[in-house]
């Protein structure tokens, strides 16, 4: 199966167990997310955490829209969408978040989108320019993308690449962003 390949060609990958680790109350006071998020989506908007693992942003984020609004959480990992499922049935989210399993950096959404959160998984990513420009084509014309990587897998020279990666797939970089054990940078498509 691909998504097996794929999982097993980025052995880093984060897993169900060490997310849980990751996503523990310090972190809530650092990554605050829907303080770190809230300035780029609106109500109505059409969101993708993508990597999303066990929701950490997915939740937040779904609290932030109304109406038509919801996030898409996407993983390649189905055991962390099942995490998800069941945080938004406790949670009564369940009207604004869907989940999607995919198996390859090539996929399809049903619905374009305005903004996309990518944090601390591109490094992840077997081929991370062809995955820039999925995005990239998955966006609606006035979006935006965010992406952020952690201080203790990214070093500044592969992630100013990412950024290079991400400007060849067609989105402009609108700023670079500090965010506490990462970098982040804010791009439009």
């Not at 919801?70 to 962390?80: K, N």
Request: charged fraction near 25%; include cysteine.
């Amino acid at each position: 199966m691909i998504r097996d390949k794929l999982i097993q060609a980025t052995p880093h990958i984060c897993k169900l167990t060490t997310g849980y680790k990751f996503a523990n109350l310090l972190r809530g006071t650092v990554h605050r997310q829907q303080k770190m998020l809230s300035p780029f989506i609106t109500q109505e908007m059409k969101v993708m955490d993508i990597g999303c693992g066990d929701g950490y942003f997915t939740l937040p984020v779904a609290r932030l829209l109304t109406g038509e609004g919801c996030v898409y959480a996407v993983d390649v990992q189905q055991e962390m969408l099942d995490v998800i499922t069941a945080k938004a049935i406790r949670k009564k989210l369940t009207k604004k978040i869907k989940t999607k399993l995919i198996d390859d950096v090539v996929f399809e959404m049903p619905e374009q989108l305005d903004f996309i959160l990518a944090f601390f998984m591109l490094h992840e990513v077997p081929d991370i320019p062809v995955f820039l420009k999925t995005l990239h084509k998955l966006m609606a014309p006035e979006g935006r993308l965010f992406i952020a990587e952690p201080n203790h897998h990214v070093m500044a020279e592969f992630f100013n690449k990412e950024i290079e990666a991400a400007q060849l797939a067609g989105w402009k970089l609108e700023k670079q962003i500090s965010i506490f054990m990462g970098k982040a940078a804010l791009f439009k498509r």
